[in-house]
């Protein structure tokens, strides 16, 4: 039988540390931004999340109402935290990087927590909240949608307007 969240071993509690912690690491450098390649996250996760609500029967009209407060809560929480990172444009090559913010990344050591603590909330009291464990997975899921289409919409948004001034620059100074 896998453990369950009150038997759960005591490292199982670690898994989550370890994850932000490499999330923070690879974020506290500054990376090459390819514009490009911005959508290619969200379209996966449209395509899981889309696959996984495919498998289940309608939602009731309150699980939809929950799911759409969800996907607003995402984008907002995706777009500012997208405001926050850093975006350069080198002037001579026009290659841009990004770096997040160390207030970008406390904002996603904030989301791990709500997310943890609604976890051990919802397995606890599903019953009280008038949902299923499911239902609020699939909240948790939307949040995700939220967050990473939001987030990436405003660093594309934002990148594609300082490589355009950049250029606008290049070829006004030539």
């Known amino acids: 039988m896998p453990p369950t969240p009150t038997n759960a071993p005591a490292w199982a509690a670690l898994i989550p540390l370890v994850v932000i912690a490499l999330v923070i690491l690879r974020n506290s450098r500054a990376r ?8 290619v ?11 996984s609500f495919s498998q289940q029967a309608v939602p009731t009209p309150l699980m939809l109402g929950i799911d759409i407060a969800a996907l607003v809560a995402g984008a907002g929480v995706g777009w500012w ?5 850093t975006i350069t444009v080198d002037p001579a090559t026009h290659e841009l990087t990004s770096k997040a913010s160390a ?9 791990f927590a709500v997310r943890y603590g609604v976890r051990m909330y919802a397995t606890q009291s599903a019953g ?8 609020i997975a699939d909240a948790a899921l ?7 289409c939001a987030q990436r ?10 490589l355009n001034e950049a250029r606008a620059a290049t070829s006004s100074a030539s």
């Open 32 to 39: 090459r931004l390819r514009i490009e390649g911005l959508w």
């Open 153 to 162: 919409l405003e660093i594309a948004l934002r990148a594609t307007r300082l």
């Open 81 to 85: 935290r997208a405001r926050f990172t």
């Open 142 to 148: 939307v949040i995700s949608v939220g967050l990473v």
């Open 128 to 135: 009280a909240l008038g949902v299923s464990a499911n239902a």
């Open 41 to 51: 996250s969200p379209v996966i996760i449209l395509a899981l999340v889309g696959l």
């Open 103 to 111: 207030l970008g990344m406390l904002v996603i050591l904030g989301v």
